[in-house]
């Protein structure tokens, strides 16, 4: 059974920065692509970036450029999310998630496993 748990959210002022990380198990993680995903207060889950399922190519919403940056390790089976620059719009539940492909998806609803997600709150 996959299981994908965040860790690394918290309360941070306005032009803070925050990483988040996620664990993965119960499958090979290096086989399939990852996300970040959030959702915030009265808004609909939104992709804030992914990554293929070996590293080498990823994706970012035009919204979300230039403050997110995604990666991961495969020897550790973790995905890493830094947020730099926070404004309190990114206040939201982050969560990470996984599809059944090696290519990632620019859509939220693709997402097949998701984790329990983590709290970021950016104060004003």
């Known amino acids: 059974q996959v299981q994908l748990i965040e860790s690394g959210g918290g309360l941070v002022q306005t032009g803070g920065s925050l990483r988040l990380t996620c664990t993965a198990s119960g499958r090979t993680f290096r086989d399939f692509a990852m996300a970040w995903l959030r959702q915030g207060p009265g808004k609909l889950r939104e992709l804030v970036a992914a990554?293929?399922?070996?590293?080498?190519?990823?994706y970012y919403p035009e919204s979300m450029k230039g403050r997110f940056t995604i990666s991961r390790d495969n020897i550790k089976e973790t995905l890493s999310l830094q947020m730099d620059n926070l404004q309190p719009e990114d206040t939201a539940v982050y969560y990470c998630?996984?599809?059944?492909?090696?290519?990632?998806?620019?859509?939220?609803?693709?997402?097949?496993?998701w984790g329990q997600g983590t709290q970021v709150t950016v104060s004003s």
């Open positions: 990554i293929t399922s070996v590293g080498r190519t990823k």
């Open positions: 998630a996984s599809l059944n492909t090696a290519g990632y998806s620019e859509h939220a609803d693709a997402y097949n496993y």
